[in-house]
């Protein structure tokens, strides 16, 4: 009998240790937390440059953003509640997206927290600007555009000191930080609408309402976005909520509907209570001020105004920046210890226990963008890079319901599936891809940081990443030369692999190479890999001595690996990417158990993705072998047919029979063009130069295949290139052979292209 | 990135129980589709109202909406916690 899967419920847990978070966080708590996240830096430094964009449409621009939003909103619901892990957005999309989207959701993550980090810096630069200019404390006649960049790097540089030191705003800090933005907002709004109300030339300020007509308002959403993000911390706090399924979805609606709201008072009241004093409409005004325009606003009604406003504003940047110098660092070192980046940002400092170099590279990141770009730029950077990491949070909830669907427990499910994830992606895309017409810069870097993950992940993280998650080898012998040709033999059962290891003992010694004995021990899906390491003796008693015996006679060099795996295909795979395998050899029963397969699952599997040439044997012995046929269609595939041809005739001089087969109507012209084709790739083969090329015209090639090989004793069968509609209505010319052909059968399949690999890929993900 | 990994995380459910929940929503969907229609439109009555009254009774409608859907939401997820419980 067999375990079924951890459960969630309490009464269905194994009894093996598990650490937990005490779940100390209620609905009004976590609550909050989202509003605390959101209302701060953001709506501080960004609303005066926004309603510079936008104009009194601010107001519609935070509006639409609350719709757009709350679409994602939805997805987090649904996803927070039924995986609510510390990784949040980042682990959904590695559960639900293949391959390098995984990979590209951190490493646009780190990006988006740093350049937010660079955002929240160059905001503290102003306010701190703008304080020390009041004071006239700014030395030398500076002024505070001139002294904001030097100010936002002395700031990073204290907050990467701070992290490094492992100091984090916590407990009382940074309740009072929280307490203290919000409560400065909610007077900034109360005074500004006493003002309003007592002045009714104020709503003379909202007309024009859009000013830049609806491409001000698309900018002035896209530069917002980043505000309205910080919903995300509830489900990254999820391991802390008290009855998370139920907790988490109603936080996050509720932190939405109390937030949004208050950034549409924040825009009505920053527009409507400010008087210029001039021609200037409020709204070019506030933009004039940039990241200051919501303080000077605050000088205009508000008792203690300026004061208070640049207090809330250094206290939620730097609240902010130690947040996202946080965040940045802890998804870099995550990335170093997926093996995703180098090992180095995965070291802990010895003293501290603080991840340094991550913190380190962090740091400079942040720092870079401070300085190589104006605020707007550094925003509109951030922006589009949440919302790219958003859009991927959104097709990942379509995945992963499709492919988990019903395996989770939801605390919320998205209605009308999945035409509300697809509405969010359009229009998210739309936002991004508009920020364009603001900032092409900020899009450059975006660009080219994506640019870069992608040569990063294909030359580098993808072998690292499959390294990490490979099936674990739990007895390796190794050889001293690391540049011969390798030959992989799965071997399961010794008395049945005789012909298997003669052909693979072939093969090797033709290229000077050597042979590696695989055993794989199958541990079922339910019980963990690590069990399996009491098989481990059994094996190498009953299985590798046996095929050891049987490998000297042939006098080549060999090693032997064990695995354990749940699928002994995903073993082979991983064999032959670590010891770098120029062949596999493996045996063919001559059945099918499972109707989808075309010969086996597990041989299916390897032909498919194995990234090296490939032999399938069909036969109970390779002896008395007098004659082969061997049926070639094109160049690629005729170069190991000979090869594998003319090694096994040596070995029993026996004679080759070539054969081409083509299509009745086939032209003169294509006709001659194929066959000087495969011509020519036989011409590189010595062995080969004796050989005639007999061409047959023939309707039906299996047929034709399976009637000559019933005059040979040993039938080669190729890989084809047939299209894909056939392949998959009738399946390939290779299966219909294998299951049609009596007599012994060597399926050859040479190595794939890096092309043909990855669309390979993308199709069987699609399958799945 | 699999099913033994969301195993590992504890979220699954146990194995007997897969494939006797359903998937549709608890969400009183029909409403929910009227209140985002109406929270569309009231952006565009603040869009076409140009900063006079039009554009505050569609600011307002707004809000109207934005607690109308969370009100939607909250109640689908108790739906969704007393489905799951009662089995």
Redesign the interface.
């Given at each position: 009998m067999t375990d079924?899967?951890?459960?969630?419920?309490a009464s269905?847990?194994t009894a093996q240790a598990?650490t937990e978070l005490s779940r100390d966080l209620g609905p009004f708590t976590i609550t909050m937390v989202g509003v605390g996240a959101m209302i701060g830096a953001g709506i501080f430094v960004l609303t005066g440059i926004a309603a510079g964009t936008a104009g009194?449409?601010l107001?519609?621009a935070f509006?639409?953003n609350?719709?757009v939003t709350?679409l994602t909103a939805?997805a987090y619901?649904e996803l927070g509640?039924?995986?609510?892990?510390a990784g949040g957005g980042y682990l959904w999309v590695?559960?639900g997206l293949p391959g390098p989207n995984?990979f590209l959701a951190g490493w646009m993550s780190w990006f988006a927290h740093a350049v937010a980090g660079s955002l929240y810096a160059l905001g503290f630069g102003s306010y701190l600007g703008l304080v020390l200019e009041e004071l006239g404390w700014l030395p030398f006649g500076l002024t505070t555009g001139q002294i904001e960049k030097p100010l936002a790097v002395l700031i990073a540089l204290l907050f990467v000191a701070i992290n490094f030191k492992g100091v984090s705003e916590t407990g009382l800090a940074g309740n009072v930080v929280t307490v203290a933005k919000v409560g400065i907002i909610g007077v900034f709004i109360v005074t500004g609408l006493w003002a309003m109300f007592h002045d009714p030339v104020s709503?003379d300020n909202?007309?024009?309402?859009?000013p830049h007509g609806?491409s001000g308002?698309l900018t002035a959403m896209g530069l917002t976005y980043i505000a309205f993000e910080g919903y995300e911390i509830i489900v990254q706090a999820g391991e802390e909520v008290k009855d998370p399924?139920?907790n988490i979805?109603?936080a996050v609606?509720?932190s939405?509907?109390i937030v949004?709201?208050i950034y549409?008072l924040v825009a009505?009241t920053a527009v409507g209570a400010v008087h210029t004093g001039s021609a200037t409409p409020t709204w070019q005004w506030l933009g004039d001020h940039k990241e200051l325009g919501l303080a000077e606003a605050a000088r205009q009604f508000m008792p203690l105004g300026t004061t208070l406003l640049l207090i809330g504003g250094l206290l939620s940047t730097m609240s902010a920046l130690n947040a996202t110098t946080f965040s940045s660092t802890r998804v870099s070192f995550a990335m170093g210890r997926d093996r995703n980046l180098p090992d180095a940002f995965a070291k802990v400092h010895h003293r501290t226990r603080t991840p340094y170099l991550a913190l380190a590279a962090s740091g400079t990141l942040i720092i870079l963008m401070a300085l190589t770009l104006p605020i707007e730029d550094v925003a509109a950077a951030a922006d589009v890079m949440f919302l790219l990491l958003f859009l991927q949070v959104n097709v990942a909830i379509i995945t992963i319901?499709r492919k988990?669907?019903?395996?989770?427990?939801?605390?919320?499910?998205?209605?009308?599936?999945p035409v509300l994830p697809i509405v969010a992606i359009v229009l998210m895309l739309g936002i991004a891809a508009f920020m364009f017409h603001f900032s092409p810069v900020a899009w450059y870097f975006v660009i080219g940081w994506i640019g870069i993950g992608f040569l990063l992940y294909f030359t580098y993280a993808k072998k690292r990443e499959h390294e990490k998650r490979a099936t674990p080898v739990v007895l390796r012998e190794e050889l001293e030369r690391e540049d011969r040709y390798r030959v992989l033999l799965p071997v399961a059962d010794p008395s049945r692999a005789g012909a298997l290891i003669k052909l693979a003992a072939l093969m090797a010694r033709h290229h000077d190479g050597e042979v590696t004995l695989l055993h794989v021990i199958p541990v079922p899906?339910q019980t963990p890999l690590k069990v399996g390491r009491e098989w481990i003796q059994g094996a190498r008693d009953e299985v590798l001595d046996q095929a050891e015996d049987m490998l000297e006679q042939y006098e080549v060099p060999f090693n032997m690996t064990v695995r354990l795996a749940?699928q002994p295909a995903e073993a082979i795979l991983d064999e032959v990417v670590e010891r770098d395998i120029d062949m596999v050899v493996m045996g063919w029963r001559g059945r099918t158990r499972h109707p989808r397969t075309a010969i086996g699952s597990n041989i299916d599997h390897v032909l498919r993705h194995a990234d090296c040439d490939v032999l399938v044997l069909r036969a109970g012995d390779l002896d008395a072998i007098s004659s082969i046929v061997a049926p070639v269609s094109y160049p690629q595939q005729a170069h190991l047919m000979v090869e594998v041809a003319a090694i096994l005739a040596v070995e029993h001089d026996a004679t080759i029979d070539l054969y081409h087969a083509v299509a009745p109507g086939t032209g003169r012209d294509e006709r001659a063009e194929e066959i000087a084709e495969i011509q020519e790739a036989l011409d590189e083969h010595p062995e080969a130069e004796h050989l005639e090329l007999d061409v047959e015209e023939t309707r039906d090639v299996v047929r034709a295949i399976v009637k000559r090989s019933k005059d040979h004793d040993l039938t080669l069968i190729g890989a084809t290139r047939e299209g894909w509609l056939r392949k998959l209505v009738a399946g390939t010319i290779p299966e219909r052979v294998m299951r049609t052909a009596r007599g012994r059968l060597l399926l050859v399949k040479h190595r794939r292209t890096v092309i043909q690999t990855g669309v390979l890929d993308l199709i069987d993900f699609f399958r799945r | 990135?699999g099913?033994?990994?969301?195993?590992?995380?504890?979220?699954?459910?146990?194995?007997?129980?897969?494939?006797?929940?359903t998937?549709?929503?608890?969400?009183a969907?029909w409403w929910?589709?009227v209140v985002f229609a109406a929270?569309?439109a009231?952006?565009v009555a603040?869009?076409l109202?140009?900063?006079?009254p039009l554009?505050w009774v569609g600011?307002g409608v707004?809000?109207v909406v934005?607690?109308t859907?969370?009100i939607l939401?909250?109640r689908?997820?108790?739906r969704?916690?007393e489905r799951?419980e009662r089995r």
């Amino acid at each position: 009998m067999t375990d079924a899967p951890k459960p969630p419920s309490a009464s269905h847990r194994t009894a093996q240790a598990r650490t937990e978070l005490s779940r100390d966080l209620g609905p009004f708590t976590i609550t909050m937390v989202g509003v605390g996240a959101m209302i701060g830096a953001g709506i501080f430094v960004l609303t005066g440059i926004a309603a510079g964009t936008a104009g009194p449409g601010l107001i519609l621009a935070f509006a639409a953003n609350g719709v757009v939003t709350f679409l994602t909103a939805l997805a987090y619901a649904e996803l927070g509640s039924a995986i609510p892990e510390a990784g949040g957005g980042y682990l959904w999309v590695k559960q639900g997206l293949p391959g390098p989207n995984a990979f590209l959701a951190g490493w646009m993550s780190w990006f988006a927290h740093a350049v937010a980090g660079s955002l929240y810096a160059l905001g503290f630069g102003s306010y701190l600007g703008l304080v020390l200019e009041e004071l006239g404390w700014l030395p030398f006649g500076l002024t505070t555009g001139q002294i904001e960049k030097p100010l936002a790097v002395l700031i990073a540089l204290l907050f990467v000191a701070i992290n490094f030191k492992g100091v984090s705003e916590t407990g009382l800090a940074g309740n009072v930080v929280t307490v203290a933005k919000v409560g400065i907002i909610g007077v900034f709004i109360v005074t500004g609408l006493w003002a309003m109300f007592h002045d009714p030339v104020s709503w003379d300020n909202f007309t024009p309402f859009t000013p830049h007509g609806l491409s001000g308002v698309l900018t002035a959403m896209g530069l917002t976005y980043i505000a309205f993000e910080g919903y995300e911390i509830i489900v990254q706090a999820g391991e802390e909520v008290k009855d998370p399924k139920r907790n988490i979805p109603r936080a996050v609606f509720w932190s939405l509907a109390i937030v949004i709201p208050i950034y549409i008072l924040v825009a009505i009241t920053a527009v409507g209570a400010v008087h210029t004093g001039s021609a200037t409409p409020t709204w070019q005004w506030l933009g004039d001020h940039k990241e200051l325009g919501l303080a000077e606003a605050a000088r205009q009604f508000m008792p203690l105004g300026t004061t208070l406003l640049l207090i809330g504003g250094l206290l939620s940047t730097m609240s902010a920046l130690n947040a996202t110098t946080f965040s940045s660092t802890r998804v870099s070192f995550a990335m170093g210890r997926d093996r995703n980046l180098p090992d180095a940002f995965a070291k802990v400092h010895h003293r501290t226990r603080t991840p340094y170099l991550a913190l380190a590279a962090s740091g400079t990141l942040i720092i870079l963008m401070a300085l190589t770009l104006p605020i707007e730029d550094v925003a509109a950077a951030a922006d589009v890079m949440f919302l790219l990491l958003f859009l991927q949070v959104n097709v990942a909830i379509i995945t992963i319901r499709r492919k988990y669907g019903d395996k989770l427990d939801y605390g919320f499910l998205v209605p009308f599936f999945p035409v509300l994830p697809i509405v969010a992606i359009v229009l998210m895309l739309g936002i991004a891809a508009f920020m364009f017409h603001f900032s092409p810069v900020a899009w450059y870097f975006v660009i080219g940081w994506i640019g870069i993950g992608f040569l990063l992940y294909f030359t580098y993280a993808k072998k690292r990443e499959h390294e990490k998650r490979a099936t674990p080898v739990v007895l390796r012998e190794e050889l001293e030369r690391e540049d011969r040709y390798r030959v992989l033999l799965p071997v399961a059962d010794p008395s049945r692999a005789g012909a298997l290891i003669k052909l693979a003992a072939l093969m090797a010694r033709h290229h000077d190479g050597e042979v590696t004995l695989l055993h794989v021990i199958p541990v079922p899906e339910q019980t963990p890999l690590k069990v399996g390491r009491e098989w481990i003796q059994g094996a190498r008693d009953e299985v590798l001595d046996q095929a050891e015996d049987m490998l000297e006679q042939y006098e080549v060099p060999f090693n032997m690996t064990v695995r354990l795996a749940h699928q002994p295909a995903e073993a082979i795979l991983d064999e032959v990417v670590e010891r770098d395998i120029d062949m596999v050899v493996m045996g063919w029963r001559g059945r099918t158990r499972h109707p989808r397969t075309a010969i086996g699952s597990n041989i299916d599997h390897v032909l498919r993705h194995a990234d090296c040439d490939v032999l399938v044997l069909r036969a109970g012995d390779l002896d008395a072998i007098s004659s082969i046929v061997a049926p070639v269609s094109y160049p690629q595939q005729a170069h190991l047919m000979v090869e594998v041809a003319a090694i096994l005739a040596v070995e029993h001089d026996a004679t080759i029979d070539l054969y081409h087969a083509v299509a009745p109507g086939t032209g003169r012209d294509e006709r001659a063009e194929e066959i000087a084709e495969i011509q020519e790739a036989l011409d590189e083969h010595p062995e080969a130069e004796h050989l005639e090329l007999d061409v047959e015209e023939t309707r039906d090639v299996v047929r034709a295949i399976v009637k000559r090989s019933k005059d040979h004793d040993l039938t080669l069968i190729g890989a084809t290139r047939e299209g894909w509609l056939r392949k998959l209505v009738a399946g390939t010319i290779p299966e219909r052979v294998m299951r049609t052909a009596r007599g012994r059968l060597l399926l050859v399949k040479h190595r794939r292209t890096v092309i043909q690999t990855g669309v390979l890929d993308l199709i069987d993900f699609f399958r799945r | 990135m699999g099913l033994e990994d969301l195993q590992e995380q504890g979220v699954l459910l146990p194995k007997e129980e897969w494939g006797k929940h359903t998937l549709k929503p608890t969400v009183a969907k029909w409403w929910l589709l009227v209140v985002f229609a109406a929270g569309v439109a009231s952006l565009v009555a603040s869009y076409l109202g140009d900063g006079g009254p039009l554009t505050w009774v569609g600011v307002g409608v707004f809000l109207v909406v934005l607690y109308t859907a969370t009100i939607l939401c909250d109640r689908a997820v108790e739906r969704q916690r007393e489905r799951m419980e009662r089995r």
